[in-house]
């Protein structure tokens, strides 16, 4: 890092393979298009991982039982604890499955075992973790107790048609600490308490910790950059953020254990060619906790082809956090937008597995197991799109999960479209050749398409798809907000 403003144009910065470094790839130097600055790997054996995880290295002690605690710096926003790198449960009750509301609103939740609990265990930094609408799991901070009913932030959606029968469960109290593979840090005093898997001593694993929120950090209007051949894990924000840059190529790289892979944002003015979109390709992302790739702004020019996006937003204690709208593969945000998105897998994801916008390409994607955290889901779904071309994609096994959602009327009970066109104004957009397989919605799902004071969604077209064993309907309909 104190090498960062020597870097120039042209230059490549090698890391061992083999070998692990801590902390961030700060970028703040740019290369050009004919000598871009590069970040990679030399040598023999795996590639180098950069890491945002933290070694243990002070002595536990036992606290009776199964329970150790070790001293760490007090302050840190720990958010993850690894042992051999698989994640740990922060303490949480209950330790599977979910408590029921009886009832639910915005701002609380009643239930007969939060009045068996004392106001301490329930407050003053513990989470609830819940679920709110068909399409949303929400994390968010307890505010207070009283009898059998914890209060929180409005939670946003809430409730949808009923109120009783919402799955939840608290989490992040040294009370709730009662099970192998629990973990709670008291920031204030730094102490970490762990119960590890198979009651196993924890001075004899290795066991690291997350506060690192970024993995690569590229700044403000960075140009001409290449990273190939690295690994990225166990960052609680994003392992790749990018914004408002240009160029930048990101080839046969792993990203895991991470809260997001990659966040992009480009202005409208900032990828006016197709020199200046950035390339993403022949790269595993796997073991993400919220989105795989988050595109925002009104980016443009930029490709996506090639790789594997693999168990994204499917751990939800990890995953959920307070927007309700995340868990999917690639999440394009921006009415203005124009990506190519082609040739990838995307393989099991909480919720939709690829979300398109403006006037991209998406084909030739092979998408499968989308929405097997949530219901009302897709495997490709789109809004705001005007000039969109969706074709050749295969669509399979879209999923839905109920159980930690009421039994709401017919049409919410199980629904996961193959390819789903959403509420929002939706013109010149033609989705043909794919085939959609195993939908336990629709085939293809046409919502309300709604362009306001600017008139009807117009010239769509929906040609030569094949769709089978779908559960409703190959192609439906939900009203009459556009012409097709």
Same mark, same amino acid.
């Given at each position: 890092?104190?090498?960062?403003?020597?870097?120039?144009?042209?230059?490549?910065?090698?890391?061992?393979?083999?070998? &692990?470094?801590?902390?961030?790839?700060?970028?703040? &130097?740019? !290369?050009?298009?004919?000598?871009?600055?590069?970040?990679?790997?030399?040598? /023999? !054996? *795996?590639?180098?991982?950069?890491?945002?995880?933290?070694?243990?290295?002070?002595?536990?002690?036992? %606290?009776?039982?199964?329970?150790?605690? /070790?001293?760490?710096?007090? !302050?840190?926003?720990?958010?993850?604890?690894?042992?051999?790198?698989?994640?740990?449960?922060?303490?949480?009750?209950?330790?599977?499955?979910?408590?029921?509301?009886?009832?639910?609103?915005?701002?609380?939740?009643?239930?007969?075992?939060?009045?068996?609990?004392?106001?301490?265990?329930?407050?003053?930094?513990?989470?609830?973790?819940?679920?709110?609408?068909?399409?949303?799991?929400?994390?968010?901070?307890?505010?207070?107790?009283?009898?059998?009913?914890?209060?929180?932030?409005?939670?946003?959606?809430?409730?949808?048609?009923?109120?009783?029968?919402?799955?939840?469960?608290?989490?992040?109290?040294?009370?709730?600490?009662?099970?192998?593979?629990?973990?709670?840090?008291?920031?204030? +005093?730094?102490?970490?308490?762990?119960?590890?898997?198979?009651?196993?001593?924890?001075?004899?694993?290795?066991?690291?910790?997350?506060?690192?929120?970024?993995?690569?950090?590229?700044?403000?209007?960075?140009?001409?950059?290449?990273?190939?051949? *690295?690994?990225?894990?166990?960052? /609680?924000?994003?392992?790749?953020?990018?914004?408002?840059?240009?160029?930048?190529?990101?080839?046969?790289?792993?990203?895991?254990?991470?809260?997001?892979?990659?966040?992009?944002?480009?202005?409208?003015?900032?990828?006016?060619?197709?020199?200046?979109?950035?390339?993403?390709? *022949?790269?595993?992302?796997?073991?993400?906790?919220?989105?795989?790739?988050?595109?925002?702004?009104?980016?443009?020019?930029?490709?996506?082809?090639?790789?594997?996006?693999?168990?994204?937003?499917?751990?939800? %204690?990890?995953?959920?956090?307070?927007?309700?709208?995340?868990?999917?593969?690639?999440?394009?945000?921006?009415?203005?937008?124009?990506?190519?998105?082609?040739?990838?897998?995307?393989?099991?994801?909480?919720?939709?597995?690829?979300?398109?916008?403006?006037?991209?390409?998406?084909?030739?994607?092979?998408?499968?197991?989308?929405?097997?955290?949530?219901?009302?889901?897709?495997?490709?779904?789109?809004?705001?799109?005007?000039?969109?071309?969706?074709?050749?994609?295969?669509?399979?096994?879209? *999923?839905?999960?109920?159980?930690?959602?009421?039994?709401?009327?017919?049409?919410?009970?199980?629904?996961?479209?193959?390819?789903?066109?959403?509420?929002?104004?939706?013109?010149?957009?033609?989705?043909?050749?794919?085939?959609?397989?195993?939908?336990?919605?629709?085939?293809?799902?046409?919502?309300?398409?709604?362009?306001? %004071?600017?008139?009807?969604?117009?010239?769509?077209?929906?040609?030569?798809?094949?769709?089978?064993?779908? &559960?409703?309907?190959?192609?439906?309909?939900?009203?009459? !907000?556009? +012409?097709?």
């Amino acid at each position: 890092d104190a090498q960062k403003y020597q870097l120039e144009a042209g230059n490549r910065v090698f890391f061992q393979r083999g070998c &692990k470094f801590r902390g961030m790839i700060h970028v703040v &130097k740019s !290369g050009t298009s004919s000598q871009p600055i590069e970040y990679s790997a030399y040598g /023999t !054996g *795996l590639a180098p991982i950069i890491s945002g995880m933290n070694k243990v290295t002070t002595s536990w002690a036992s %606290q009776g039982g199964n329970i150790w605690k /070790t001293s760490l710096a007090p !302050g840190q926003d720990i958010k993850y604890l690894f042992v051999a790198s698989s994640p740990q449960n922060l303490a949480r009750h209950p330790n599977t499955g979910w408590l029921s509301s009886s009832p639910m609103t915005s701002t609380s939740i009643t239930n007969s075992w939060i009045g068996t609990q004392s106001t301490a265990n329930l407050t003053g930094g513990a989470n609830i973790v819940m679920r709110d609408s068909p399409w949303s799991y929400r994390k968010l901070p307890v505010l207070s107790k009283s009898g059998s009913t914890v209060t929180f932030a409005a939670s946003g959606f809430c409730c949808n048609w009923e109120s009783d029968g919402w799955g939840f469960f608290f989490e992040n109290k040294l009370a709730l600490l009662d099970t192998a593979g629990e973990w709670y840090y008291n920031s204030s +005093t730094g102490e970490l308490f762990f119960w590890a898997p198979n009651n196993a001593d924890p001075n004899t694993l290795t066991i690291e910790t997350s506060n690192q929120s970024r993995g690569v950090d590229i700044g403000y209007q960075i140009s001409n950059l290449k990273f190939n051949n *690295l690994i990225l894990e166990g960052y /609680t924000q994003y392992a790749f953020h990018s914004e408002d840059n240009k160029n930048v190529t990101f080839n046969n790289m792993e990203i895991r254990y991470s809260d997001k892979a990659l966040q992009i944002y480009t202005d409208a003015n900032t990828n006016t060619n197709s020199a200046d979109g950035h390339s993403f390709k *022949l790269s595993y992302i796997h073991d993400i906790y919220n989105d795989g790739v988050w595109f925002m702004g009104r980016n443009n020019n930029h490709l996506v082809e090639g790789n594997v996006f693999r168990d994204l937003g499917t751990n939800i %204690q990890l995953g959920a956090n307070t927007s309700g709208w995340n868990l999917m593969g690639i999440n394009m945000v921006g009415s203005a937008s124009k990506y190519t998105i082609r040739r990838n897998i995307i393989d099991n994801t909480g919720y939709i597995g690829l979300v398109a916008t403006g006037s991209s390409l998406v084909e030739e994607n092979y998408v499968t197991r989308a929405s097997s955290m949530l219901n009302d889901g897709a495997g490709i779904s789109f809004d705001h799109a005007d000039g969109l071309i969706v074709r050749k994609n295969i669509v399979k096994d879209t *999923l839905y999960d109920l159980i930690s959602m009421p039994n709401l009327y017919e049409g919410y009970k199980i629904i996961g479209n193959g390819i789903y066109w959403g509420n929002h104004c939706i013109r010149n957009t033609v989705v043909t050749e794919n085939t959609v397989i195993n939908s336990t919605g629709s085939g293809i799902w046409w919502d309300h398409p709604n362009c306001g %004071q600017s008139g009807f969604s117009t010239s769509n077209f929906v040609t030569n798809n094949t769709i089978y064993d779908s &559960k409703f309907a190959g192609i439906g309909f939900s009203d009459y !907000g556009s +012409t097709t």
